[in-house]
């Protein structure tokens, strides 16, 4: 079978899933989902541009915040704050690049880090607009077109159309020349330079569309819970998403979909049954690491192969 | 002469460095250096391990920032340009220690090249599999360099000496003015040699090259004239005949 088969089966999955399941089960999907794009986006930086963040909440949690802030304090409706918000995220994020992309490698997940804990620290002091600790409460979801995303099924094909785009936008940027070109400068970015590619400019202009994707997710992020606190601005949100990252395969375009299910999974429906499920998140991904060191697309994939070498011999 | 005539009636050099210095740490590495390569030359930089001379090419590109000291392009003043920006003024180098994207496949490190100079480079939707153009482009220099039947090996699946001729055929991939190749011939075999040997004759008149060789006897017979670079200052400059002749050649070889 090829691609497109398998694809198409998934596709089919995906539509009648809700038909099949129950409403704790069609959420968590939602969840997955706006989890997939979050994930999927940092690994623009991360796998594909050699470029480790550890702020990637900052997207995330800006276009959550500044989308709740214009709808309760602006008193703007969604067809406006949702705009907004990803634009002025999109911005905060092209000034973020310049102070991040001075270093890389270690320098820059510090400073991506630092970045993001000033916006996590100021989201807890500034009440006036964030309501501090309480966080912003009396949300809504829109209605787009007349259909309320209230409904736990409706939420979840709304979610899994924008996914479904974000993702697809995601892998047509990778395999452009631009992608061809982030992947080289994260093998060799001298060798890139003297090529005549703006190395700089290449990192920060995927800096941008990463954080652009990031808050995306943070829009339904915010539109799921109809609430938002300080901590999905916190380092344990940029890890666990690099945690996705990484335990899915990073620079492949599944592994963090895979990655982000497995977290979100764990968080969600073992926390009903184990509290302390951080510890198990711990002993999964070791698990993963020692039995798929590059994470589990690439090791499935190798394992895939070696069982079809194995048929052929 | 003709359309690089300046107004002085002079032609203007391919290449002009005036002054070059750099220092690491206190510890000069080019000491001063001044020399004028003309349009279409074969230029030979040689000068024993530590002579400055991966330095001077490291200036010349922009990957090292210059203590003091200018370079001129066609002209052009290039001293303060970005790496990128000199690629795109037509200069193109080659690495000792061979920079290539290893796990991508020949016609994909060719690619990488010609998109370097391609606006495509910023085209962040369309495929890149559908960009024939610049598919048919990278098979035509693979050609030229007697690489097309490996086309669609990765970089680590082939030999070392099929390496430097991807170093090469990326370099000349973007038709540069100046091409600068930094030992082309380390660690090759002596039919290997003979191949790069006769890749390096067989380029083009249009294009300038500066070649730096730390072994005097390699590289010999490709270049008009010649440098001699030791402790990061030119000793002798002359055709091979003078500078083979020069008793401060066989000084800085010989030890005297």
């Known amino acids: 079978m090829n691609r497109n088969a398998w694809l198409a089966i998934l596709a089919l999955l995906l539509a009648v899933y809700p038909l099949a399941a129950g409403e704790f089960y069609i959420n968590l999907a939602s969840q997955i989902f706006i989890a997939a794009i979050f994930a999927a986006s940092l690994n623009l930086l991360v796998g594909y541009g050699g470029l480790p963040s550890l702020g990637h909440a900052a997207w995330l949690g800006l276009s959550a915040y500044i989308s709740a802030w214009l709808f309760l304090k602006m008193g703007l409706g969604h067809w406006a704050t949702a705009p907004l918000a990803l634009l002025a995220t999109t911005l905060i994020a092209c000034l973020f690049g310049l102070i991040a992309l001075r270093a890389t490698g270690l320098g820059f997940l510090m400073l991506t880090l630092a970045l993001c804990q000033v916006l996590w620290g100021t989201a807890y002091r500034w009440v006036a607009v964030t309501d501090g600790d309480n966080g912003l409460r009396g949300l809504t979801r829109p209605a787009p077109f007349g259909i309320s995303l209230d409904d736990s099924t409706a939420f979840y094909y709304f979610t899994l159309a924008a996914t479904v785009f974000s993702i697809w936008m995601i892998a047509r940027f990778v395999g452009s020349p631009f992608g061809a070109a982030l992947r080289g400068t994260r093998d060799q970015p001298r060798r890139m330079g003297a090529l005549g590619h703006d190395v700089w400019m290449v990192r920060w202009v995927t800096f941008v569309y990463s954080a652009f994707w990031g808050a995306v997710s943070g829009l339904l992020f915010v539109y799921y819970n109809k609430y938002i606190h300080p901590s999905s601005l916190s380092l344990t949100t940029s890890a666990e998403a690099i945690l996705s990252v990484i335990a899915g395969g990073s620079g492949t375009l599944g592994g963090p979909i895979i990655g982000a299910a497995i977290v979100v999974l764990l968080k969600n429906y073992v926390s009903a049954y184990i509290e302390r499920w951080n510890m198990l998140l711990g002993f999964v991904f070791v698990v993963i690491v020692v039995f798929m060191p590059d994470g589990i697309v690439p090791g499935l994939r190798r394992w895939w192969a070696r069982w079809k070498a194995r048929k052929v011999a | ?256």
Do not use: C
Not at chain 2, 79 to 90: E, I, M, S, V, Y
């Open chain 2, 1 to 256: 002469m003709g359309a690089l005539e300046s107004e002085k009636g002079r032609v203007t050099p391919a290449l002009q460095i005036s002054g070059l210095k750099k220092a690491f740490g206190g510890l000069p590495a080019i000491n001063g250096i001044t020399l004028e390569v003309m349009p279409g030359e074969r230029r030979l930089i040689i000068g024993p391990n530590g002579a400055g001379k991966t330095t001077l090419f490291n200036l010349l590109t922009g990957d090292l920032r210059r203590d003091a000291g200018a370079v001129h392009l066609f002209g052009e003043d290039v001293t303060r340009l970005k790496p990128h920006q000199r690629a795109h003024l037509g200069m193109a180098r080659t690495y000792q220690i061979i920079t290539l994207f290893g796990k991508n496949t020949l016609e994909h490190n060719i690619l990488l090249s010609l998109l370097g100079l391609s606006a495509d480079r910023w085209d962040a939707f369309r495929p890149l599999a559908r960009h024939g153009r610049l598919y048919e482009q990278a098979r035509e220099v693979l050609k030229l360099v007697g690489l097309e039947h490996l086309a669609a090996r990765p970089i680590a699946e082939v030999s070392y000496g099929e390496r430097r001729r991807v170093e090469m055929a990326m370099a000349l991939a973007q038709k540069p003015r100046l091409l600068l190749l930094d030992e082309p011939f380390a660690g090759l075999s002596r039919e290997e040699r003979v191949a790069v040997g006769q890749l390096i004759s067989g380029i083009p008149r249009e294009v300038t090259v500066v070649l730096i060789e730390h072994d005097m006897d390699t590289a010999l017979d490709l270049a008009e004239r010649i440098t001699v670079l030791h402790y990061g200052s030119v000793i002798v400059e002359g055709t091979r005949a003078q500078v083979v002749a020069d008793p401060k050649t066989r000084e800085v070889y010989l030890g005297g």
